[in-house]
């Protein structure tokens, strides 16, 4: 097995197994807690929480409401009851505060199959396939809202993998999978992260809400990086990396770019400590790289 199979090896060896996989670990925790109480409900008759990711009441006091649901419906022409608005104002408020792309990353139950996706991808040694610009989920998250517009519906809501996983786990197999397999398929087979990191329009709403963010990842040790390009190898946003860990001492060690999912997977995988999780204030630069390229075979690896 070679190392570009196995980003993370080193930190294995420095950290441990458990602290080369701590943010991972909880992330998968984190999904399966978000995704756990929609469940109780259907399953154990435990209603703590009514309703899904798209509009939900917690203990029948806090409303939470996606506020990309909220868009469609107001430009298909409803105006919502003020519960609903309320709760997505709140959803508004914490990821604008968090990182938008946090849902992606540590909420949407659909980043655990495209995850398995990618790490099949790998294992296989499939080429990197076709990859559509970053701008088309900005484009497919346009139409979305124009289709809703046009026909007076939420139209995402009719093929959303996200609802309807949800929906398939509570009520046995239907088509819905056949939507959730396509996903898996797409990334291991067409497009590698091609999903979530290029089409998905609420990944692309996310990372409009998030783009100051308080929350951030950090290269605050860069000067301690020895080019392994494990970071890149497990980034789902890998270009986001570059500014930060290679910039000049002048310039902030901070990842700005609001397509960062803040997922922790770079803090994982660094046997040296480059990254760690701060704010965006705590941007005092750090010190800059003697050669801050890359070497071609050392690209082509991270590629």
């Not at 929350?215 to 497990?234: E, G, H, K, Q, T």
């Amino acid at each position: 097995m070679t190392d570009k199979l196995t980003p993370g090896r080193d930190a294995v060896r420095r950290k441990g197994w458990l602290g080369a996989h701590r943010w991972l670990i909880l992330r998968r925790l984190s999904q399966a807690v978000f995704l756990g109480i929609f469940l109780l409900g259907p399953w154990a008759g435990i209603w703590w929480v009514k309703g899904d990711l798209a509009g939900s009441m917690t203990f029948d006091v806090l409303p939470l409401t996606d506020p990309l649901i909220l868009l469609q419906g107001m430009v298909a022409g409803h105006w919502p009851e003020l519960t609903a608005l309320t709760g997505a104002l709140i959803v508004l408020a914490v990821y604008a505060l968090v990182g938008g792309r946090v849902y992606c990353s540590w909420v949407c139950p659909v980043n655990p199959v495209t995850d398995a996706a990618h790490w099949l991808h790998a294992r296989l040694g499939l080429p990197k396939g076709w990859q559509p610009k970053a701008s088309t989920r900005l484009w497919l998250l346009g139409t979305v809202l124009a289709v809703s517009a046009l026909t007076g519906t939420i139209a995402w809501e009719l093929v959303n993998p996200v609802t309807m996983l949800q929906r398939g786990i509570v009520f046995g197999m239907t088509a819905g999978w056949a939507l959730i397999g396509a996903v898996f398929l797409f990334d291991l087979l067409l497009a590698r992260r091609g999903w979530c990191g290029r089409l998905c329009p609420v990944g692309a709403f996310y990372g409009l809400v998030g783009q100051k963010s308080v929350l951030r990842v950090s290269a605050a040790n860069r000067a301690a990086c020895d080019d392994c390009m494990d970071c890149f190898a497990v980034c789902p946003e890998m270009a986001v990396i570059t500014p930060a860990l290679r910039g000049t001492t002048a310039e902030t060690p901070l990842i700005l770019s609001p397509d960062c999912t803040n997922c922790g997977r770079c803090i994982d995988v660094c046997a040296q400590d480059v990254f760690r999780f701060t704010h965006r204030f705590d941007a005092h630069p750090a010190p800059g790289r003697a050669d801050p390229t890359p070497s071609p075979a050392r690209q082509r690896r991270a590629a």
